[in-house]
């Protein structure tokens, strides 16, 4: 056999090992090219902050009160050399955009941005507009190009119902933070935690995402169909009156949920930019938990419960009424200047009879009957969870501006300033068996069991026998008056107020506050309802614009809360 | 004697069966390198892969949760109580009195005053503790050889 010589061995093999050894040599340079760094990320960081979808509102019968819905950021990558004026324009057709502030936006940048949002917040149909101008003129040969615009997508809040609730729910600006009612009380759970994260750019480290979760969605103890109701009946009753404004709250007085609560003006919440144009100045948000003033009439429930809890009355305690009393040397009369005879203390509520109420004042003294106000709440915030509720004002012996006369007045209302939320808890006192219950909207939170199924009682400021006696006085009253605020088939207990408007020069003769509150059925109470009319123009009297509305209210509230009549109830009862 | 002897050590150390010996050891080093790196191609391939998958399912996951919210608010809006009323007013309906109503006592029948959705609905469970990768699956070969280095100098410092 004849030997090949060896440098051709040598050859082979050297080729055979250059090629040999090119290979796990080529798959390390694939591996550690940068241009298979830059397909992977490999190596490669960000900074990303992931904003978690806002937590939806549900009222007490899981229909969706604030969601959220998708809208898009335009924004343009200038490292891609864009062509501005096409874009500028296909933005004008799409966006409405003004072309020369478009062109601005894609020039006035800084040196070192690379990407600029053209506009945010656009609404799906403007966006697809976009891209269908960038689809054609890709198709276009004459060089049109809008491939430097991008489109990101994102979430914004929005309420299906409009202006429904508005003023519990409150809105949310699009920098994603909550104001005034729940969104601005609960902002903090809703919103949940934007989380700012290193992520690697390389999809092998994929699972190092961050999981972020969206915000905690909440349930409210709103009802819906009775809201919707309270506020139809709420603006028909502004149009007859010719009312400045108005407010209705309803609340279960044995849980303290509040079922509806409703005020004027209210705002289409998805249009939240007319805020100031539709609250100026100091209008409150929410009246009825942010507007103090002096409740009048109203206010003597309180008094009369106070008076019967220390036993300074009975139900059955006659006063001679002169039509005038004075207290601290200051002359205190009745609402119609009148003098009302003997009148036992369901006549002084159902006549509503300054004079015997502040004569029932002093009787209790200082001592008793400010102890009493401040342990039905007066004065201090309810601290209901909505943002943004009022303290009011209850002056007492001792500050600078009380006088002795207050005693008499802040009797029947006067010279004392409350919420409608404060006057609501007090009088869930009388409807409670005189335990007063802390009024709130939160009925639980999605997913988590229910941290309030129990009423929170805040305090019992009269025994239950003093509640159950002062609530058949009002029932008395009511019937005794033929009030229009009865319901056929159902007892209810209440009370007009109708009270003068302080003014920096004393009180305004010809404006007032016309209010009811009252509460049934009264043997087993479901309902506690108080409405409020401001500077009613067509009636000067609480038993004429307001007591209607009451009933109004009550009876869409037994229809929708299946409430049937006494009689009904009673036997379904004795069952 | 010696002849076979020496025959047998020359062939021994024959030029050609030295060099024959050393290009089958490096050959045996070639196969063995680019097994290894052809292994980690494949690997790193696949973990890319499904890396990218992943990234994928977890945009469409954010994508499907922005539409489920906006198909949400859909059904609310179609089904709001404004809308409500106007297909009820439409279809002949309108509100019900107090007078309209015929109760029926129910022995035993409670109302439902409000939906539960708190203690009915659990808190979703976190998908991607199921579906984490063991780390050889996810690690580089580097990687693989460092743990295993670090595991057995632990491992040797154990009594």
């Known amino acids: 056999m004849k030997m090949l010589p060896s440098w051709r061995y ?44 806002r937590g939806e509102i549900f009222d007490r019968h899981g229909n969706l009160l604030a969601g959220n819905r998708t809208v898009y950021e335009v924004g343009v990558d200038l490292a891609a050399n864009p062509d501005k004026q096409t874009i500028a324009l296909a933005a004008q057709m799409a966006l409405g955009m003004d072309p020369a502030v478009a062109i601005a936006r894609m020039t006035d940048v800084k040196p070192n941005i690379t990407y600029i ?33 991008h489109f990101k997508a994102h ?76 506020e139809q009946i709420l603006d028909d009753a502004l149009l007859s009156t010719g009312a400045a404004s108005g407010t209705i709250l309803v609340m279960d007085p044995k849980t303290g949920e509040i079922l509806a609560m409703s005020s004027t003006p209210r705002m289409n919440l998805n249009d939240f930019t007319r805020v100031a144009e539709i609250f100026p100045g100091e209008t409150p948000f929410n009246r009825a938990i942010s507007q103090a003033y002096e409740p009048g009439s109203v206010a003597k429930i309180m008094t009369m419960s106070a008076a019967l809890d220390t036993g300074t009355v009975t139900p059955a305690t ?38 015997c109420l502040a004569w029932i004042s002093t009787q209790m003294g200082n001592v008793t009957f400010y102890s009493y106000m401040q342990r039905f709440g007066l004065g201090h915030l309810t601290g209901i969870d909505l943002a943004g509720e ?108 109708t009270a003068q408007i302080p003014t920096s020069d004393g009180y305004d003769e010809n404006e007032i506050n016309a209010s009811f509150i009252g509460w049934g059925p009264v043997e087993d109470p479901r309902f506690l309802v108080y409405v409020w009319l401001e500077k009613p123009q067509t009636n000067r009297a609480a038993s004429v614009v307001a007591a209607p509305i009451f009933k109004q209210v009550i009876e869409r509230l037994v229809v929708l809360m299946g409430i049937p009549p006494d009689a009904i109830r009673l036997q379904k009862t004795n069952q | 004697m010696e002849n076979v002897s020496q025959i047998v050590q020359k062939v021994r150390q024959a030029p050609w069966r030295v060099q024959r010996q050393w290009i089958g ?41 922005r539409e489920n919210s906006d198909f949400e608010l859909q059904l609310a809006s179609l089904n709001s109580v404004k809308s409500m009323q106007k297909r009820a007013e439409g279809l002949g309906f309108q509100p019900a009195s107090p007078g309209d109503i015929t109760y029926v006592v129910v022995p035993g029948y409670a109302p439902i005053s409000a939906v539960d959705m708190s203690e009915s609905e659990t808190a979703s469970p976190d998908l991607t503790q199921n579906l984490a990768l063991q780390p050889e699956y996810t690690e580089s070969l580097f990687d693989w050889i460092a743990r295993a280095l670090a595991s057995s100098a632990y491992s040797g410092g154990q009594p």
């Not at chain 1, 050894?21 to 490669?44: C, D, F, K, Y």
């Not at chain 1, 009424?321 to 119609?336: A, H, Q, S």
């Not at chain 1, 939160?442 to 159950?468: C, F, N, W």
Request: glycine share 10%; with cysteine.
């Open chain 1, 10 to 53: 040598l050859t082979v093999a050297v080729i055979m090992a250059i090629i040999g050894a090119a290979i796990p040599v080529q798959i390390v340079r694939i591996q550690s090219s940068p241009e298979v760094a830059g397909v992977t990320g490999q190596g490669t960081y960000v900074w990303e902050t992931f904003y978690p979808a």
């Open chain 1, 117 to 149: 949002t053209l506009e945010d917040f656009v609404e799906p149909v403007k966006a697809d507009l976009l891209k269908q101008l960038q689809e054609d003129a890709r198709a276009d040969p004459s060089g049109r190009n809008l491939e430097a615009v």
């Open chain 1, 155 to 230: 979430l914004m809040r929005s309420y299906p119902e409009n202006d429904l609730a508005s003023t519990v729910l409150g809105y949310v600006t699009r920098e994603n933070k909550g104001y005034m009612g729940v969104e601005e009380k609960y902002d903090n759970i809703l919103a949940g935690i934007p989380v700012t994260e290193l992520i690697p750019a390389d999809p092998r480290r994929a699972l190092e995402y961050p999981h972020i979760p969206p915000g905690q969605s909440i349930i409210l103890t709103i009802d819906r169909e009775i809201q919707a109701s309270v």
């Open chain 1, 318 to 355: 006659v006063y001679l009424d002169t039509g005038v009393i004075y207290v601290g040397g200051i002359p205190i009369y009745d609402w119609d200047q009148g003098s009302w005879g003997y009148q036992d203390m369901t006549g002084c509520l159902a006549h509503s009879l300054n004079v």
């Open chain 1, 390 to 497: 009022a303290p009011g004002r209850l002056k007492l012996p001792g500050d600078s501006d009380w006088y002795p006369v207050d005693l008499g007045t802040n009797a029947f209302g006067q010279g004392v300033a409350i919420t409608p939320i404060q006057m609501v808890m007090a009088a869930s006192a009388l409807a409670n068996n005189g335990q007063m219950v802390y009024p709130h909207v939160l009925y639980a939170k999605v997913g988590e069991s229910r941290p309030d199924k129990a009423a929170q009682v805040v305090g019992s400021p009269i025994k239950a026998e003093t509640a159950h006696t002062i609530s058949s006085m009002l029932v008395n009253a009511l019937e005794s008056e033929s009030s229009d605020a009865l319901l056929e088939g159902y007892t209810i207990a209440g009370k007009t107020g």
């Open chain 2, 25 to 65: 050891l490096f050959l045996l080093g070639l196969v063995a390198v680019s097994m290894v790196a052809g292994l980690y191609l494949n690997i790193t391939v696949r973990a890319t892969l499904a890396g990218r998958e992943i990234q994928t399912i977890q945009s469409d996951l954010i994508d499907k949760g």
